[in-house]
């Protein structure tokens, strides 16, 4: 599985991104799917995930409200809507998936095999 993230950029601190995420080879709507970001000097830290493909999402609770996580099986992508952007939401943000993840571990990096090449967002506040 290869993933490709993109759509990151400079925004000002109340705006709005929209990352995407597509993925290609032995993918499967089966698959959990996340997303994780890492600020300068921070560990890569749990942003959204959805747990395969019939379960509702997950969100760490720094943005949830803000963030929303959608999937596209048809088009094997993986969006991540974010409004109302903080400067602490500046970071490079990460795209993942997993074809063995259960459901406690989704928020840990861990858990999954597969890794986008990360796309970084930039919020000036």
């Known amino acids: 599985v290869q993933l490709q993230a993109s759509g990151g950029g400079l925004v000002q601190a109340g705006g709005s991104l929209r990352l995407s995420c597509t993925a290609s080879g032995s993918t499967s709507s089966r698959d959990t799917v996340g997303w994780f970001r890492q600020a300068p000097g921070k560990e890569r830290e749990f942003v959204a995930a959805?747990?395969?493909?019939?379960?509702?999402?997950y969100y760490d609770t720094s943005v949830k409200g803000r963030f929303t996580i959608s999937r596209d099986n048809a088009k094997n992508t993986v969006y991540l809507q974010m409004n109302v952007l903080t400067a602490e939401d500046t970071a490079v943000y990460y795209c993942?998936?997993?074809?063995?993840?259960?459901?406690?571990?989704?928020?840990?990096?861990?858990?999954?095999?597969?890794w986008g090449q990360g796309t970084q967002v930039t919020v000036s506040s």
């Open positions: 993942a998936a997993s074809k063995r993840a259960i459901l406690s571990s989704i928020t840990s990096r861990s858990a999954y095999e597969y």
């Open positions: 959805f747990f395969r493909s019939n379960h509702s999402p």
